[in-house]
């Protein structure tokens, strides 16, 4: 059944919250539109450039509005369980940012309560969303490789965002905040396949000496149920200047009939500018070289948003509209996705394998 009186909650009017709002102003089934955030003069600017209906500092107060159907939950990661909790508990479907948490603890009080309430949730894996990795997955559903065998996945940035991002939280080091993308599509282009063994390495440097625990690069090789080797690294502590906006990444898939590579590093379209490329995501930063693309959540283009985070908005509205089948990250895959990410890191910091699914009590 077609909807044409959708709406939508926006929770947390950060950047990526503000890009959700303006798209979703956009979206002709659309017909109310209510953002928030705990500081209530940013849920005011944000209803002023998206021409929402309604704004509030509270959270509770925007979810709970009798016009709203729908919460796109884009809080800071740690705060990520309450408002989703509250939007579910209330019947709303909701779009959260990934990753679903940041403890397998709140990821099963999520998962507990959308059981309860037979709720509908999805979780924001973007990349899912870029049309190289749609045009992936679309010769993994064809099964022109075969058996998938072995793989890898790297993505680099640079040390100013990934300051950026630890400066809000220094929980999201970029194995939890960013390498959890490309664990999401390996189980996506691997379905119905699971990592079960984990072997990592990490060093130290740059973000210790400024005080986070994070490592400058951390390199993992993942089995996966069916015995498929997958090797992931990330790296964000390139020189703060370093030409790429956002994520630059190589994505290989090796199988029994075929072979995949997908170079999505963005040294296709270079801009060198003496008055300065801005960066989208770190304030007052600008590079004099950019690898154009590399914005993770896309661009704004002749008036509109385009790129991953504008294709994953738009497929959910639509899907909220039209009753579409969405390819978004389910709940369940969320949590193995958030259960690897944190294998990964522990068996970084001890040296040791990690066997996968974890125990309870860790």
Known sequence: MKRDNIGIAVVGSGRIGTLRARLAAKHPAVRFLAVSDRDPARARALAEAAGADFHSGSNEEVIAHPRVTAVIVSTPEQQHTPP???????????????????????????????????????VGYSRRYKECFLRAKEQMRHGRLGKVVGGMARVYNSRAQAFAILKRDPHATPVLDVLTYYVDLMCWFLE????????????????????????????????????????????????????????????????????????????????????GVPHAYVPDHSVDMAFLGSNTA??????????????????????????????????????????????????????????????MEE
């Open 84 to 122: 989703v909790l509250h939007a579910l508990e209330l019947g709303k479907p909701v779009l959260v940012e990934k990753p679903i948490g940041f403890s397998l603890r709140d990821a099963d009080k999520i998962l507990d309560t959308l059981r309860a309430t037979k709720g509908e949730l999805r």
């Open 192 to 275: 119905g396949n699971r990592p079960v063994e984990v072997v990592a390495r990490g060093q130290h440097g740059i973000f210790k000496e400024a005080g986070y625990g994070a490592h400058d690069v951390t390199w993992a090789i993942l089995t996966f149920a069916d015995g498929a080797v997958i090797n992931l690294g990330v790296s964000y502590a390139l020189p703060a200047r370093y030409p790429t906006l956002g994520q630059s990444d190589r994505v290989e898939l090796l199988g029994s009939e075929g072979t995949m590579i997908i170079d999505d590093d963005h040294l296709d379209h270079l801009l060198f500018s003496q008055k």
């Open 298 to 359: 896309g661009d704004w283009a002749v008036g509109d948003f385009w790129g991953p985070l504008g294709n994953e908005t738009r497929a959910w509205l639509d899907h909220l509209a039209t009753g579409a089948p969405t390819i978004h990250t389910t709940p369940e895959q969320a949590r193995i996705n958030l259960e690897t990410t944190i294998a990964i890191e522990r068996a970084a910091a001890s040296g040791r394998t990690v066997r996968l699914p974890l125990q």
